[in-house]
């Protein structure tokens, strides 16, 4: 299966590429659902399609807000531009935009978008008719759904599915609480994430309010647990997904590195044996970025256990990141979170993960010697007991 990564800027891209993404889906400025993600200027678009094609890597760039007549008029020059930089494909939710896409640049590979909420074989079928080569699966269904669906389309049709990130609240993403609380439609790429909002219930004739707060049934409001199937790679793939997808255009470049890289470890094991029994080592590298409980989501049915509310958290923090390539033992970083000399850090890393490195020396871009490293993404040489290089992520257990 593709391991298909969120590349929100240019970071995050290159984080994806580094840790093992086979594609990358982003947005330019305009067309997007996430318009405050970092995303692409024109000019940086093409820059980041023809680094990632470097790496052997796709790129796949979201067109899929739900458009109101007045987004229509720049559409056709848009995919002109993204035909001619020669994107892998635009991922599209409105039959308007595919229709217009078709028409203006009819070698571009078009993916349907998991807002069209495709759950059934008919719906599916009409995408199909319309020139389409993926669809991404609604959110709400069934790994035995999925299968049934597969079996009922094209064998050229490629499927892609979600299997890690954040589950939004409403049916396959829908949303109306942004605009209807403040005006921002998440439909069109401007969602304030109002589901994750604290909120109480006022009783009307004793002006007194009450907390949302979980019993023993659970909670029944706005904040569902995050979807993970690290250890059901084996079950996506029987079902005939061809793509799995990570959510998290909005998340930060050590997030990326650390679910990519997990998730390019799991697929990698499933490649190599014939029983997919995940080892804890790569299983738990999921707990180590800021999450909500995990769950499984719809794929095994019911979802409501899985889909409580549920707060973030996480057991690790991003110390630093390295910048450039290292020599004798000395890397240069930026810095994150606090750390000091002495300091014993985790490596997020492609060739030794989790290797605990220590910290002998810090000295700053003037050459002075530091104690501590304590300003925020300040540039720094730290002096360790390994060599590292560019992109590799300094960490520490909380």
């Not at 840790?19 to 995303?39: E, H």
């Not at 994107?87 to 349907?112: M, W, Y």
């Not at 495709?118 to 009409?126: D, F, G, Q």
């Not at 738990?284 to 707060?311: A, C, I, M, Q, W």
Request: glycine share 4%.
């Amino acid at each position: 299966m593709e391991l298909l990564a969120p590349a929100g800027d240019r970071e995050k891209l290159n984080m994806a590429i580094e840790y093992g993404a086979d594609a990358v889906y982003l947005a330019s400025t305009r067309f997007g659902l996430r318009t405050y993600a970092g995303n692409f200027e024109l000019d940086a678009l093409k820059d980041a399609v023809e680094y990632a094609h470097s790496k052997n890597v796709k790129v796949y760039v979201t067109v899929n807000i739900i458009p109101h007549e007045s987004d229509l008029d720049d559409l056709p020059e848009y995919f002109s531009y993204l035909e001619k930089i020669n994107v892998d494909a635009v991922i599209c939710a409105d039959i308007g935009v595919i229709s217009i896409c078709r028409r203006v640049a009819p070698n571009l590979n078009i993916h349907v978008s998991t807002q069209a909420n495709i759950t059934n074989s008919e719906a599916a079928m009409v995408y199909v008719d319309m020139g389409v080569k993926r669809l991404i699966l609604a959110r709400e269904m069934t790994l035995d759904e999925l299968k049934s669906l597969r079996q009922k389309l094209p064998k050229e049709i490629e499927l892609e599915a979600f299997c890690h990130g954040a589950m939004c609240i409403s049916y396959s993403g829908r949303c109306l609480l942004s605009n209807f609380f403040t005006h921002r439609d998440a439909n069109r790429g401007a969602c304030v994430q109002a589901c994750r909002w604290n909120y109480a219930i006022r009783e009307v004739t004793k002006d007194q309010e009450y907390p949302i707060e979980e019993d023993s049934h659970g909670t029944y409001i706005l904040n569902s647990k995050d979807l993970c199937m690290i250890d059901y790679l084996d079950k996506l793939q029987e079902a005939g997904v061809d793509s799995i997808k990570i959510e998290g255009r909005m998340k930060t470049e050590y997030y990326v590195a650390n679910i990519v890289n997990a998730y390019r470890m799991a697929l990698d094991y499933l490649k190599g044996h014939k029983i997919y029994n995940l080892p804890d080592e790569i299983k738990n590298e999921v707990y180590k970025s800021s999450h909500r409980d995990y769950s499984t989501g719809f794929y095994f049915g019911d979802p409501k256990e899985n889909l409580d509310t549920s707060t973030p958290e996480s057991s690790y923090e991003f110390i630093a990141v390295v910048i450039e390539n290292g020599e004798n033992n000395v890397a240069k970083v930026e810095m994150r979170n606090r750390f000091s000399v002495n300091s014993q850090l985790e490596l997020l890393s492609r060739t030794k993960n989790n290797a605990i490195i220590k910290i002998n020396k810090i000295v700053d871009e003037e050459g002075n010697e530091l104690q501590e490293c304590k300003i925020p993404k300040q540039h720094v040489y730290i002096h360790t007991d390994v060599n590292l290089l560019k992109n590799e992520i300094l960490r520490k257990k909380k």
